[in-house]
């Protein structure tokens, strides 16, 4: 289930589930036509709620290895890197989406059959997978980071390793981790720079947020080196400009426009922009931008 609470990286806290709900939406790009996106969707009147619910609306099937299993109704649950998946958080979300299928409007309104689970995570979750061993449950491998679970399960369920999958195939996802390699966050950078649109765009920059912070000795590396840290601003410049237009017109609500004007910092400061030169571009005071970066890294 979705976690208002992140997970501490050294000083900081990360927020792993809004960039992961990006990183979704990144990979199943080419089809995203074909699927309704809800973050966080609420399966009752209660405060349960799923991290990502996918509707197939009919058009065709999912071409990406990660949506292969998909049906009609797609549950998706993400476990950030420090989070367990055990049998019992296995076997509660198979419970969500018993609750998901006795909530439709009429009687046997959602099929069974049209209902799939996917579990996300950034290790392979081993004392699930002994359990699985112990008791014959039978676990197939259809390609690298990708298990299908065929028993002890109501709905055809998945879980995804992000480390296991090809990082070339799965940029984004891959991406949502500590543990990056230099040529993983060159790769990620070399795949934003080839996006055009600017939903895709946003939902990039999230996603590179996360990266930046989550492996920020690997960051600062990037920034000392000229040459990445112009490419990097090459890349963020356009969408940052896109957002600091939206953030002007008339009408954005005040909670998103901060939202969207402190990402717009961090960002800049990532990229080794002076506090003197990002309240410049963003027209703030240099206290102001001071009082963010302390903020996001967890000193205030």
């Given amino acids: 289930m979705y976690k208002k609470k992140g997970v501490l990286m050294g000083s900081e806290e990360i927020q792993w589930h809004p960039p992961y709900v990006a990183a979704m939406n990144l990979e199943l790009g080419e089809d995203r036509d074909k699927l309704v996106f809800i973050p966080?969707?609420?399966?009752?009147?209660?405060?349960?709620?799923?991290?990502?619910?996918?509707?197939?609306?009919?058009?065709?099937?999912?071409?990406?290895?990660?949506?292969?299993?998909?049906?009609?109704?797609?549950?998706?649950?993400?476990k950030s890197p420090d989070d367990m998946l055990g049998i019992d958080v296995f076997i509660k979300v198979q419970g969500y989406a018993c609750l998901f299928k006795a909530y439709g409007e009429k009687a046997d309104g959602r099929k069974m059959e049209e209902i799939t689970v996917s579990l996300i995570r950034w290790t392979k979750p081993d004392k699930l997978f002994g359990y699985f061993k112990e008791h014959g449950v039978e676990v197939e491998?259809?390609?690298?980071?990708?298990?299908?679970?065929?028993?002890?399960?109501?709905?055809?369920?998945?879980?995804?390793?992000?480390?296991?999958?090809?990082?070339?195939k799965h940029r984004w996802l891959c991406a949502l981790s500590g543990q990056l390699a230099e040529q993983?966050?060159?790769?990620?950078?070399?795949?934003?720079?080839?996006?055009?649109?600017?939903?895709?765009?946003?939902?990039?920059?999230?996603?590179?947020?996360?990266?930046?912070?989550?492996?920020?000795?690997?960051?600062?590396?990037?920034?000392?080196?000229?040459?990445?840290?112009?490419?990097?601003?090459?890349?963020m410049e356009p969408v940052?400009?896109?957002?600091?237009?939206?953030?002007?017109?008339?009408?954005?609500k005040e909670g998103r426009r901060e939202g969207?004007?402190?990402?717009?910092?961090?960002?800049?400061?990532?990229?080794?922009?002076?506090?003197?030169?990002?309240?410049?571009?963003?027209?703030?005071?240099?206290?102001?931008?001071?009082?963010?970066?302390?903020?996001?890294?967890?000193?205030?």
């Fill in 40 to 78: 966080e969707y609420t399966l009752n009147t209660g405060a349960l709620k799923i991290d990502l619910f996918m509707e197939n609306k009919g058009h065709g099937s999912v071409r990406n290895d990660i949506g292969k299993i998909f049906r009609r109704y797609n549950i998706v649950e993400f």
């Fill in 141 to 168: 491998n259809p390609c690298k980071g990708i298990y299908y679970i065929r028993e002890m399960v109501l709905f055809p369920t998945q879980i995804i390793v992000t480390k296991e999958l090809d990082s070339e």
């Fill in 184 to 235: 993983d966050l060159r790769g990620l950078l070399t795949s934003i720079s080839c996006l055009e649109g600017k939903m895709e765009k946003e939902y990039a920059d999230s996603v590179l947020e996360v990266a930046l912070r989550a492996n920020r000795g690997l960051a600062e590396k990037l920034r000392r080196d000229d040459n990445m840290s112009k490419t990097l601003m090459e890349i």
């Fill in 240 to 252: 940052l400009a896109e957002v600091r237009q939206e953030c002007m017109r008339e009408g954005l």
């Fill in 260 to 300: 969207r004007r402190e990402g717009m910092v961090y960002a800049y400061y990532e990229m080794n922009l002076s506090t003197n030169e990002i309240a410049q571009k963003l027209q703030l005071t240099e206290e102001e931008v001071l009082e963010i970066i302390r903020k996001k890294d967890g000193q205030l």
